[in-house]
Each structure stands twice: as structure tokens, then as C-alpha cells.
């Protein structure tokens, strides 16, 4: 066994294969695989082998999409079978909702490439002719979908990286994983320690027992997960006698099961209510190749349900139960990417469609690893989403919800109630008796909207304009013309001083920094090929001390970030501050006359102008105000201590009794931030489009000096951008607006897609915002949008259609 290698992955199952052989495919052949037992024993040698393209994540469909695409060659390349049965998957539909999904959804895999036929229910039954049709509204087909051997594909990627010069030791348990004085890992195991650069994480079952190794907490627990097979059905084996291809895996989305043939028998998976997280406490050391009895009655409806859809699987008997456990996260997508707070360690965990995503996810933390980036947006699966509240009865709460959600309808609003409330600010109480319907970011709860009285406070998700589409005007309107308040104390909140602060932060950030004291600046982190990764609001508050806001969700990502990249020099300190301070936003046109009331600084423009801040008491309660907003008015964000919060709220609400003065959600803000243009992170900020092409041309300034990123992006301006971030406005609206991720034609050819929309209230037109190809980015450009399934008519816009001179944000 080696004693030094680059890479250390450690976990034998597919998921960590997958990452062996693609670190190996990218030309690091000094990299070794450590197996507890042998390969598959964890979870894969279990799974029933599903290849299910269809995911409503940006991120992970990308990674779906290359793990099918590569084991569709792999026997080729190994000489390996994988038993690739390539039988397509149909999703069938029992209401308008559903479909709705399917269509949104298809969208999404047009823009990434993924195949997607729309059939009805006469074509089920010519596909699938045991199929009762009965109740069914449709249906789609990924004819490129279908199941694998999971031990196979496994064994095949093994002899893939193999082939490489990569090793793999099996029945070598890792015991311990400590920093060397040089900072390299020295990885210990019951054979020898090795020495490396990198550590890999895919231990599935064991991560949270892996990640404690190096201090970490990793959100990932196992959900017991059972499927059932039948014996041979007569109808199957004459069928396959006859040379007649085998059904297609077929997914009563409305009843929440999967069906397969397997050896001319069925394959019944359901996701069922009420199946329990395992190993919450660790794996026990009996535990082995082992499964958990069967419980069939927790899936009877299940059973009861595939009869009626499916007759024939009524007809045969039970051969075997398998129940297993398969590692699921609270949101149910994986973790891939860099560790929080530890150098050169890496997470490929969480995987509930492991086989799936294993050849994906594998070649994302390959590109990670070697290239320092990856090459496709991976937010929604960085395992930095995540932040210390996520912790054991936490995990066992939302595994177990995301298990049995796994079929539900995967709305653009959804919210999903466990584990909640968790973090709730001081005001949530006062919110909550205004008729706040809540949601969630990085635990925190956020008034999405606002009921009015007699409107029962609840969501009602759809597609579609939904329950809160009128009262969100509402909140739009008075907005426009009063004042609202709105909290958004979840922002992620840091100080950044030291003599080495500034320096340390022009590197960071493509933007000037603020100059003078009290001024406040947009500032945009790049990464190293020129795409945007993070933005920061910062405001300077002395010569060598910053305060740095950022979004809620964003706080473990963006203080990963802070630290990795400060001087090791002492230079420069850093604080997190989020729990420790709120944030009450006043917006609108009277939100100089309430704080007027409230405070007795000078609030006037030439006192107080745009993208300012002071220090100054509202009421009782020491303060910092900054003059700036999200949705494009007069305008300004208390800054304070949270134990104060209540105080400043009660001051704020009996201030402005007589100005019109209301709460505002959310959803609100996301309307009036799409009438400015403004861009959020994880759609129009990404590291897939270069900070020019998602228009930052004012906030990046590649002539101030070199920053992270600076070089690649010059670059990639001389070689051309294939995108340019644009507004459009949506005509022949019905209900249905554009909320992002819709495909853009132009005449028929896909050349572009969209990134958020709706209705904006302020000039009464549905909107987007989106990118397309340059030669289509022309105000004035007609274009075509796939909105649920049907075209409508989008015209390129100027940016901003509300106020494009700032005039009522800066009160001109």
C-alpha cells in the first residue's frame, strides 16, 4: 500500500468510484481508493438501479444528465458490462398540477440538453399496454432513461481508473485523518497511514461518523428505503420469449412508487410517509452487507395503488423484500463539493439516487479538486446550504420529510413545514398577528406574504398565479406608494478589520472599495475563471474595519470563502456577526417621514444621499442606517442589535399609523426587484456566466488592480461571451408567468434561457429577467418563451422598466 498519494477518497460504493475515476480521467493517477470492506457493501449493492434523468434542480440534472451519458460508453471504454438497460422512464400525471411540473420541468431539460416527450394516455397504452389509463391526464417519456447494475457500473469505473494507475485497497478501514506540519493530510488506516493533499468523503452510511474524524458535522443521515419483487408474471415472459422490449420504468408521480421488470417479475419502489432515518447514532460495527426487515404494511396503499394502476402486478407473488438504508440531506440533494472550514477536504455524500448522480457528481469534484473550479453551477448541491442548526434531531426531522417528498409536486414555492419554526427573530410573533405566511432560508423564518384580513393565512403552490398573487400586489402598491417594513434579518452579516483589511478585500472583491467613512458599495467576489460566486454590500466604517452583508442563505458559503482566502499573516480579522444584529427595511416614498419620526438624524439627500451609511439611534436603540433597498425606493436598512429588534419595531409601526405604513414579504420583493433588473446570486450571478455577461459592467472594474478572477474574465471578454443578461417583457399572459429556468426561441432554435420573472406591479406588465445569445439581446427583439408548455411572445426591454433613472430610490 502507498504511503503518499495526491488524493485519498475514501468510501468504496459508486459514489466515491465515480470520484476515483474521474480524479484519474483528469490525468491524477496518484490517487488511492480506501474501502472499510469491499466495494458496494455500503448501499449500492442494494439499490435497485435507477437512472431517473428528471430532477427539478438546475445542479443536479446537469450531473443526472452526465452520469447516464457516461455509462452509456463505459462498458465500451472498460470492457466491463454494466448492464445498462436503456428502456426509457415514464412519468405518468393524474391532474393539471402535475403536469404543470412536468412542463416546468421540461423546460429546465431543454435548456441542459435532456430529451423529454409529452405523451397522452392513449399513447401509455400503446407504450405500456397493462397499463390502466383510467384517471391518468398524461404523461412524459425520457426515452434516454432506464436502470443499470450498480455492483457493474461500480466494478466498470473501478477498472476505469484502475486502467489510470489509480489504486484501490479494500478492507482497509480508516481510523483517523490528522493535519501533518506541513498541512497535508496523513490519513490513518489499519494498514499504514498515507500521506496526501486531498481528502474525498463518500462514505455514504458513515459520513457523519467520516466528517467527525476532522471536526466536522456533515448533514447527511440514512432513510430505511424499501422495494419489493415479484415473481415472473406469464404476460413478462412470453413477452420476452417473443423478443419484445421490456417496459419502460413506469413512476405513478400522484402515488409515490417506481415500477420495473426485473428477470420478468416487478420491481414495486414506493416512497412512503412515516419510513424511518437509521444509523442516527452511527452504523452499528455488526452492521455489514445487511438489510432491515421488511414492513409491508407501511406500504400497502403503495401496493394497493401499483394494482390498480398496474393489474398484472396483482397477479404474481411476493419473491423478496429488500429494505435498506440510503443516505438522504434535509432538502434531499446531495453534497458535493468543498468542506467548510478545512482545507483540501471534500464531500461527495447525501446521495438518495446514488447510482444517478455518482458518474456527475464524481466528475464536478474532479474538476473542483484539479481545476480549482467546477465547470456547472453547483450551488444547489455545496454542502456549505447547510449551517450548525442542521444537527441530529434536525436531520432526522427533514431526512425523513425529504424521503417522503420525493414524489410530491416540486412547486417553485414550495415550503416545507418540518422542523419548523427553527430561527425565528424577535419580531416573529408581531409578523405572524400582520398575517405573515412564512418561509425558510438557512433556517431562518421569513415572511414570504402577507394575508389580509379574511384571507386565511396559508400558501396554496402552484405554477400558476396563485392564493398571494393579489395580496403581493397589494404589498407592491403600497410599497409604491406609502412605505412598508420588511425583515430581513437574516442577511449574513461580517466584519472585516485589521491594518491588512482593505488590501485583503480589494483582492476579493472586482469592485472599488468604499473610500471614505460611512460609504457603501455593491462589491462582487469573482472566482478564478471570471464568473461571480458571491456579492458582498460593504460599507466602510473606518480606516481599517469594513461590515459586510450578504444573502441569508449564503452565510456558510460566503464565511468559507472569507476565511480560506484571508492573509495567514495576522493581518486581518474576521468576525461573523449574523445572530447578533437584525435587519428592518423601510422602503418607499414616506420612508423619509417615518424615520424622521423615529430617529433624529438628518435624513436629507444631501445629509444622508444614496449608498450611505451612519451610526445613529432609532428610538431608544443604537443603529446603523444605510440608505439602499432591493426593490428600487426611497429607502433605508436598520442595522441592530437583535435584542433591540422589538423596541425598534413597535417605535416603527406606531410612527407610521397615519402614513400607510405596512409590512411587506418576500415575494413581494422579488416582484419589485425584477421591475429593476436587479440580479440575485444562484440566477443571475453565477460562475457559469462571466460577471460581464450578466451585465455587471458597473460593479467590475478590471483596471483598479488585480483581483481574483480579473485575468480569466479579460480573457474570456477577448474570446466573445455566448450570453448577455437581458429583460424582457411576456405578452398573451393568462395565469402563468415566467419564474425562471423557461427556454427562449428564436424561431424555434433554443437560444437562451430565463432566470426569474413574474408580474410587475408597478408597470403592470409580466416580466423576466434571463440570458440569451448577444445577437438577441437588442431592446426591442422579439423572441418566444415555453411557459408551462405554451409559447408566448417575450420582447427584449431595456433594464429597469421601473424608474430606470433611479430618480425614486435617490428622491430626485
Not at 145 to 161: E, R, S
Not at 355 to 377: C, K, M, N, R
Request: a negative charge; aromatic letters at 10%; one cysteine or more.
Amino acid at each position: 500500500m502507498k504511503t503518499q498519494a495526491r488524493v485519498v477518497v475514501i468510501g468504496g460504493g459508486v459514489v466515491g468510484v465515480g470520484t476515483l475515476y474521474h480524479l484519474a480521467k483528469k490525468g491524477w493517477t496518484d490517487v488511492v481508493l480506501c474501502e472499510r470492506t469491499e466495494l458496494t457493501a455500503g448501499s449500492t449493492w442494494h439499490a435497485a438501479g435507477l437512472l431517473p434523468l428528471f430532477n427539478m434542480s438546475y445542479s443536479v440534472g446537469q450531473i443526472h444528465k452526465h452520469s447516464v451519458a457516461l455509462y452509456d460508453t463505459l462498458e465500451e471504454e472498460t470492457g466491463q458490462p454494466v448492464g445498462f438497460a436503456k428502456v426509457g422512464n415514464l412519468r405518468l400525471a393524474t391532474n393539471r398540477a402535475r403536469m404543470d411540473e412536468y412542463h416546468h420541468y421540461a423546460g429546465t431539460a431543454r435548456t441542459i440538453g435532456v430529451n423529454v416527450e409529452f405523451l397522452t394516455p392513449s399513447e401509455i397504452k400503446d407504450l405500456v399496454p397493462y397499463c390502466n389509463i383510467e384517471g391518468l391526464v398524461g404523461g412524459i417519456l425520457h426515452p434516454d432513461d432506464g436502470y443499470i447494475q450498480p455492483a457493474d457500473v461500480t466494478m466498470a469505473m473501478a477498472k476505469g481508473a484502475r486502467d489510470r494507475g489509480a489504486e484501490i485497497y479494500q478492507h482497509t478501514p480508516v481510523t483517523a485523518i490528522e493535519r501533518t506540519d506541513s498541512g497535508e493530510w496523513r490519513v490513518k488506516t489499519t494498514k499504514g497511514d498515507i500521506v496526501c493533499e486531498h481528502v474525498v468523503c463518500a462514505t455514504g452510511n458513515y459520513a457523519r461518523e467520516t466528517g467527525r474524524l476532522v471536526g466536522l458535522d456533515i448533514p447527511s443521515i440514512p432513510v430505511e428505503h424499501q422495494y419489493l419483487i415479484t415473481e415472473p408474471h406469464p404476460l413478462l415472459v412470453e413477452r420476452r420469449k417473443n423478443g419484445e422490449r421490456e417496459m419502460p420504468i413506469l413512476r405513478e408521480s400522484d402515488a409515490s412508487y417506481y415500477m420495473r421488470e426485473e428477470r420478468q417479475g416487478i420491481i414495486l419502489g414506493p416512497y412512503e410517509a412515516g419510513a424511518p432515518a437509521c444509523f442516527v447514532d452511527g452504523v452499528p460495527s455488526t452492521f455489514e452487507k445487511d438489510l432491515f426487515p421488511g414492513d409491508l404494511d407501511r406500504i400497502e396503499t403503495h401496493i394497493e395503488a401499483a394494482i390498480n394502476r398496474v393489474p398484472i402486478f396483482g397477479e404474481v407473488g411476493v419473491k423478496e423484500v429488500i429494505n435498506g438504508p440510503i443516505a438522504y440531506t434535509p432538502d434531499g440533494s446531495p453534497l458535493v463539493g468543498p468542506a467548510w472550514g478545512v482545507r483540501n477536504f471534500w464531500i461527495n455524500e447525501g446521495h438518495s439516487f446514488g447510482v444517478t448522480a455518482a458518474g456527475g457528481a464524481g466528475w464536478q469534484l474532479a474538476e473542483w479538486i484539479v481545476e480549482g473550479q467546477p465547470s456547472i453551477d453547483m450551488l444547489g448541491v455545496d454542502p456549505r446550504r447547510f449551517g450548525d442548526y442542521a444537527g441530529k434531531a434536525y436531520l432526522r426531522t427533514k431526512n425523513e420529510e425529504a424521503y417522503a417528498s420525493v414524489f410530491v409536486i416540486h412547486y417553485h414555492d414550495e415550503e416545507r413545514p418540518a422542523a419548523r419554526p427553527l430561527k425565528t427573530t424577535p419580531c416573529y410573533d408581531r409578523m405572524k398577528a400582520l398575517g405573515a405566511v412564512f418561509g425558510q432560508k438557512f433556517g431562518w423564518e421569513r415572511p414570504n406574504w402577507f394575508a389580509p384580513e379574511g384571507v386565511e393565512a396559508r400558501d396554496e403552490w402552484s405554477f400558476r398565479r396563485s392564493n398571494y398573487f393579489e395580496p403581493v400586489g397589494a404589498e407592491c402598491r403600497n410599497v409604491h406608494e406609502n412605505v412598508g417594513l420588511q425583515d430581513m434579518s437574516a442577511f449574513s452579516k461580517f466584519l472585516v478589520s485589521g491594518p491588512g483589511a482593505e488590501a485583503y478585500l480589494d483582492r476579493l472583491v472586482a469592485n472599488r472599495i468604499p473610500k471614505r467613512e460611512g460609504r457603501v458599495g455593491l462589491c462582487h467576489a469573482l472566482n478564478a475563471q471570471g464568473g461571480v460566486r458571491s456579492e458582498f454590500t460593504i460599507m466602510r466604517d473606518g480606516p481599517e474595519s469594513f461590515y459586510l452583508v450578504s444573502a441569508g442563505a449564503m452565510e456558510r458559503f460566503d464565511w468559507d470563502y472569507l476565511c480560506k482566502q484571508a492573509p495567514e499573516d495576522g493581518s486581518v480579522r474576521l468576525d461573523k456577526i449574523t445572530t447578533q444584529h437584525g435587519v428592518l427595511v423601510v422602503a418607499g416614498p414616506k420612508s423619509r417621514e417615518l424615520m424622521s419620526r423615529v430617529t433624529d438624524t438628518d435624513l436629507s439627500n444631501e445629509a444622508f444621499p444614496w449608498l450611505t451609511g451612519r451610526f445613529t439611534d432609532v428610538g431608544l436603540a443604537p443603529c446603523r442606517l444605510m440608505r439602499l433597498n432591493f426593490v428600487g425606493e426611497l429607502g433605508w436598512e436598520i442595522h441592530h442589535p437583535l435584542e433591540m429588534q422589538n423596541h425598534i419595531f413597535d417605535a416603527l409601526m406606531n410612527a407610521g399609523r397615519d402614513l400607510g405604513l405596512k409590512p411587506f414579504g418576500i415575494r413581494a420583493m422579488d416582484s419589485l426587484r425584477v421591475e429593476k433588473s436587479y440580479r440575485l446570486v444562484g440566477t443571475e450571478l453565477s460562475i457559469e456566466y462571466a460577471a460581464f455577461e450578466s451585465g455587471l459592467h458597473r460593479f467590475v472594474h478590471p483596471n483598479k488592480g488585480d483581483f481574483i478572477g480579473r485575468d480569466a474574465l479579460v480573457a474570456w471578454q477577448q474570446r466573445g461571451f455566448q450570453n448577455a443578461f437581458v429583460t424582457f417583457e411576456v405578452g398573451d399572459i393568462d395565469d402563468a408567468d415566467a419564474i425562471g429556468n423557461e427556454p427562449i426561441f428564436h424561431n424555434g432554435k433554443l437560444i437562451g434561457r430565463a432566470t426569474a420573472g413574474g408580474y410587475g406591479w408597478r408597470v403592470g406588465k409580466s416580466l423576466g429577467l434571463g440570458f440569451v445569445h448577444p445577437d438577441h439581446a437588442e431592446p426591442g427583439t422579439t423572441l418566444e418563451i415555453d411557459i408551462l408548455g405554451t409559447r408566448k411572445p417575450i420582447t427584449i426591454i431595456p433594464e429597469s422598466p421601473y424608474d430606470p433613472e433611479n430618480a425614486r430610490l435617490r428622491d430626485r
